[in-house]
């Protein structure tokens, strides 16, 4: 990849742009002056996010890749950013080919639109799910060898991204993103309750104590550990990733974290810091599957983009707790 940025304004279209890591992505292409087109099903994403950013509402699953090819062509597509999917690990177990339907076959339709509407550069939201139970520092050398269904849809679309650039020229790059969080405006956070940080609030807001899975691991404190970014970082990483996409048909594969870990014992007391409240975590069993330690070796996305996290686990935090609040003002008001 060459990491000088890019002199002319860019044309992106970006599906499921009115989701969490979407909106705060396209808010900041739309700020830098590219033009953003954003198909987006609407399901768990609102259109509200991303006031003055056109959206086209459909579901990219099934058949859409003429509709997805005329609408690349009317708009001068330069470039796709693909976040839609859906993320939900419990909900994969429970539904495994509609998640392979949902987030491989919309890949699969994306794919078609694109090499017919010769649009050649493609950013792709994967996971660090794809890694499994892999513990410590991980590299994207690692064997990926995914222990649910979601995760394995996010390496399946991988290797169709792959194969299509050895067939025609794709320049491809798959984000392995490791556990993202916070808000870059409160308006923007995240409110699916899926993810330790939501999970927290909701367990103090009803008066329960946030749980810990496990505290006998070989870490820190003993609890788990984790690498987690910012949504704000997150999405930077997009547009510089966008703008330093090698020449040469691939599918770069990245991991996009901090490189730094936080244990989960950590995160909790910054949580009921932050949140004032004087509830004590309570210690469970271990969870099945759930690895000591995940943090992303981040090397490869620096020495590619230049690219590196900013912003600190307090950044995540106090951010995730605004935003919380906003929504809570919210729905009181309504
Ligand atoms: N949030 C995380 O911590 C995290 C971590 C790793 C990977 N990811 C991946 O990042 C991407 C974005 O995640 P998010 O947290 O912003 O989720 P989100 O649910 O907030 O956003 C997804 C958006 O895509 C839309 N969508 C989903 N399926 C669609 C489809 N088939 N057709 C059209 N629109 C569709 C939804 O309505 C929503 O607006 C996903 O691919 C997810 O798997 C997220």
């Known amino acids: 990849m060459n990491s000088t940025r890019r002199l002319d304004h860019m044309r992106v279209m970006v599906t499921g742009g009115a989701g969490y890591i979407g909106a705060h992505?396209?808010?900041?292409?739309?700020?830098?002056?590219d033009y953003v087109l954003v198909v987006d099903d609407l399901v768990t994403g609102s259109a509200d996010r991303i006031p003055g950013i056109?959206?086209?509402?459909?579901?990219?699953?099934?058949?859409?890749?003429?509709?997805?090819?005329?609408?690349?062509?009317?708009?001068?597509?330069?470039?796709?950013?693909?976040f839609a999917a859906q993320k939900q690990v419990g909900e994969s177990v429970e539904k495994p080919a509609w998640y392979y339907e949902q987030n491989v076959g919309s890949v699969a339709q994306l794919l078609m639109a694109m090499q017919q509407a010769e649009v050649h550069k493609l950013v792709f939201s994967s996971s660090a799910a794809v890694y499994g139970e892999a513990s410590g520092t991980i590299t994207e050398d690692a064997v990926a060898?995914?222990?649910?269904?979601?995760?394995?849809?996010?390496?399946?679309?991988?290797?169709?991204?792959?194969?299509?650039a050895l067939s025609?020229?794709?320049?491809?790059?798959?984000?392995?993103?490791?556990?993202?969080?916070?808000?870059?405006?409160?308006?923007?956070?995240?409110?699916?309750?899926?993810?330790?940080?939501?999970?927290?609030?909701?367990?103090?807001?009803?008066?329960?104590?946030?749980?810990?899975?496990?505290?006998?691991y070989d870490t820190v404190d003993g609890t788990c550990?984790?690498?987690?970014?910012?949504?704000?970082?997150?999405?930077?990483?997009?547009?510089?990733?966008?703008?330093?996409?090698?020449?040469?048909?691939?599918?770069?594969?990245?991991?996009?974290g901090t490189g730094v870990g936080t244990s989960v014992r950590e995160m909790?007391?910054?949580?009921?810091?932050?949140?004032?409240?004087?509830?004590?975590?309570?210690?469970?069993?271990?969870?099945?599957?759930?690895?000591?330690?995940?943090?992303?070796?981040?090397?490869?996305?620096?020495?590619?983009t230049g690219w590196s996290a900013t912003m600190s686990v307090a950044d995540i935090v106090e951010s995730a707790w605004e935003s919380r609040q906003y929504f809570a003002a919210l729905a009181q008001r309504s």
């Open 25 to 33: 992505t396209s808010r900041l292409l739309a700020d830098r002056g």
């Open 168 to 216: 025609w020229p794709l320049r491809a790059a798959s984000l392995r993103y490791f556990n993202v969080g916070g808000a870059g405006r409160p308006e923007l956070g995240d409110t699916q309750t899926l993810n330790l940080i939501p999970i927290c609030f909701e367990q103090i807001a009803a008066h329960k104590s946030p749980l810990i899975f496990g505290n006998d």
């Open 145 to 164: 060898r995914p222990i649910n269904p979601y995760g394995a849809t996010k390496l399946a679309a991988e290797q169709l991204i792959s194969a299509s």
């Open 225 to 256: 550990v984790r690498d987690y970014v910012h949504v704000s970082d997150v999405a930077d990483a997009h547009l510089a990733v966008l703008d330093a996409l090698p020449d040469e048909p691939g599918n770069e594969v990245l991991n996009i």
């Open 268 to 304: 909790v007391d910054a949580i009921l810091a932050v949140s004032g409240s004087d509830l004590i975590a309570e210690v469970r069993e271990r969870r099945r599957g759930d690895p000591a330690a995940v943090v992303g070796a981040v090397d490869r996305m620096k020495e590619l």
């Open 54 to 82: 056109p959206v086209v509402s459909f579901n990219l699953a099934n058949g859409s890749s003429a509709r997805l090819e005329s609408l690349m062509r009317e708009h001068r597509i330069d470039a796709v950013i693909h």
